[in-house]
């Protein structure tokens, strides 16, 4: 059965600090997603990961992908209230197979203190 | 950017009574599009996929005839959730799928809040 595990479940931290959200998955997959949700809304798209290596920042944000550890990262540099929030990873594990079915993380909600 | 249209945001519904909820993409065709279902607090399951022009496919545990999916064309899915019951209350969120350059990217509609009472 394939897993998608995401750690820390639940974040609280100061502002200005850094930290990082692991999203370890348990089949090959060089295709990963990371998507923000606020509370009663949909899912927002952060980052695109298709290959190994791959690493993308946007603002105090920045993801990476080892497929051969079958790890992601997602780093936060000096974290600000607005990015209070519930992150998801995702896993395109199939595309090969045409099934394009993602499989989502267990989620990390993540609380910054002012 | 590619845009997905889900509609309605919030449903509430009475026991046994049944409800549709319509996904479209507006700006591209989706062959392939997801249904979402989403308890508070936890994450996203996915219970079927929607393929234009045939029958979809469900996820092992969810019932088909509870869960009526209907892509009609490439660009509308719909989800009915037949004889609702108080256990079907959820967070229901849709995706479509572009794939474009190789990559295969699912945009996601606003979602629908469903309360059965």
């Known amino acids: 059965e394939l897993k998608v595990e995401q750690n820390p479940l639940f974040l609280s931290m100061q502002e200005g600090k850094n930290y990082t959200i692991y999203c370890n998955y348990s089949?090959?997959?060089?295709?990963l997603y990371w998507y923000r949700q606020d509370p009663g809304k949909s899912l927002e798209s952060l980052f695109v990961?298709?290959?190994?290596?791959a690493v993308k920042q946007e603002g105090r944000l920045m993801a990476s992908l080892d497929t051969k550890a079958r790890l992601s990262t997602l780093h936060i540099t000096a974290a600000v209230h607005d990015l209070s929030a519930t992150y998801f990873c995702?896993?395109?594990?199939?595309?090969?197979?045409?099934?394009?079915?993602?499989?989502f993380g267990t989620g990390t909600r993540l609380k910054v203190l002012a | 950017g590619a845009v997905v249209s889900q509609h309605p945001s919030w449903v509430i519904c009475k026991s046994g009574t049944s409800v549709k909820i319509e996904c479209r993409s507006l700006?591209?065709?989706?062959?392939?599009m997801f249904w979402y279902r989403q308890f508070p607090k936890q994450s996203l399951m996915l219970m079927a996929t929607?393929?234009?022009?045939?029958?979809?496919?469900?996820e092992q545990g969810v019932e088909k005839d509870k869960f009526l999916i209907n892509h009609a064309s490439l660009t509308l899915s719909t989800l009915t959730v037949t004889s609702a019951h108080p256990e079907d209350s959820s967070f229901y969120i849709c995706?479509?799928?572009?794939?474009?350059?190789?990559?295969?990217?699912?945009?996601f509609g606003a979602g629908t809040r469903l309360s059965v009472l």
């Open positions: 929607s393929n234009e022009g045939s029958k979809a496919t469900y």
């Open positions: 700006d591209f065709q989706a062959t392939t």
């Open positions: 995702a896993v395109d594990p199939d595309y090969t197979s045409g099934t394009y079915k993602y499989i």
């Open positions: 089949t090959t997959s060089d295709r």
């Open positions: 990961l298709l290959s190994n290596g």
């Open positions: 995706s479509a799928r572009r794939l474009a350059g190789g990559k295969n990217i699912q945009y």
